[in-house]
């Protein structure tokens, strides 16, 4: 067995499932909010990265002063998604807002067609150094700034929630919405705030992943992928989706070892995830974290 190879790739798996992990509790933000699944939550990881490449490329800015800029316009946009295009929808059937969001992403793929094209384009060169060898593994070093992207994007997830006057609320607009708003709390604040959360830790996503890779509107099915992430740890927990994002990651890259040395099948480590899925959802069809939903009848 390689055991030097299947380190290497335990540890891309952790980082790629840190990655995972703060796009699914984008999922979760929102969901715990407003009850919605965001269908264009890939989209949104596309875009934040087109910002920032456009940002460097065509206006010549430095990546970091490019980065916060374009993470204040994922936040706009964020604003702007649920005061336009949701805000209107409320009480309306959760199928409605649903497909409101499959029309968002089929609309933001044209519209990013249109203006970024469909080739992939690779950011400028920025860092020194493009690997890091740590403990003996070569790490990029656009993966080593994802691994600490994501444990300051967690820690203040953390902070937010358990700390914040406004993270209190939207925990309270989770529980029930009806009561918060009898407290006070402006629920049309608290959703317009959680898509504003959601579009900039996309941003942030879709940036580290056009570092390591390229930028292309392909980046979209990470929404897809990180779906099952969402699913095993739970559609309305935050630690879960952290939880299932790890999962996915590791177990995508053991199995693309298992399939590299020894099944020789392919394709292993796309589909691996959903099988792990499959079984989870027998046992656990909440997922692993997830609060079961009880109704009187």
């Known amino acids: 067995m390689n055991t030097s190879l299947l380190i290497q790739l335990l540890v891309n798996g952790v980082i790629v499932g840190m990655l995972y992990g703060i796009v699914a509790m984008c999922f979760v933000l929102i969901y715990k909010s407003t009850q919605v699944v965001n269908f ?17 490329v065509n206006m010549g800015l430095p990546f970091w002063l490019a980065f916060l800029f374009s993470l204040v316009f994922m936040m706009v946009f964020g604003i702007l998604v649920q005061v336009v295009l949701l805000r209107p929808l409320l009480g309306e059937p959760v199928i409605s807002v649903i497909m ?3 029309g968002l992403s089929i609309f933001m793929q044209a519209t990013m067609n249109w203006i970024f094209g469909n080739n992939a384009v690779r950011f400028p060169q920025v860092f020194d150094q493009g690997t890091v060898e740590i403990a003996g593994l070569n790490v990029e070093t656009a993966y080593l700034m994802s691994f600490v992207l994501s444990l300051v994007v967690m820690g203040l997830f953390f902070w937010f929630f358990q700390v914040s006057r406004w993270g209190l609320a939207m925990r309270a607009t989770a529980y029930n919405q009806q009561i918060a708003q009898s407290l006070g709390i402006s629920v049309g604040r608290v959703f317009a705030m959680a898509w504003a959360i959601s579009a900039v830790v996309s941003g942030i996503a879709g940036v580290v992943i056009g570092l390591v890779s390229a930028v292309s509107n392909s980046l979209a099915i990470i929404g897809i992928k990180v779906f099952p992430a969402v699913i095993v740890g739970g559609l309305d927990s935050i630690v879960g989706a952290i939880i299932g994002g790890l999962t996915i990651g590791i177990l995508e890259n053991l199995a693309e070892f298992v399939d590299g040395q020894y099944l020789h099948i392919g394709n292993m480590y796309s589909v691996a995830p ?7 959802l027998m046992i656990k069809p ?7 939903d009880i109704e009187r009848v």
């Open 40 to 56: 264009a939550q890939g989209e949104f990881v596309v875009l934040g990265a087109w910002v920032c490449l456009a940002l460097v």
């Open 100 to 102: 409101a969001t499959i």
């Open 274 to 280: 959903f099988y792990v899925l499959l079984i989870i």
């Open 286 to 292: 909440y997922g692993l974290l997830g609060t079961p």
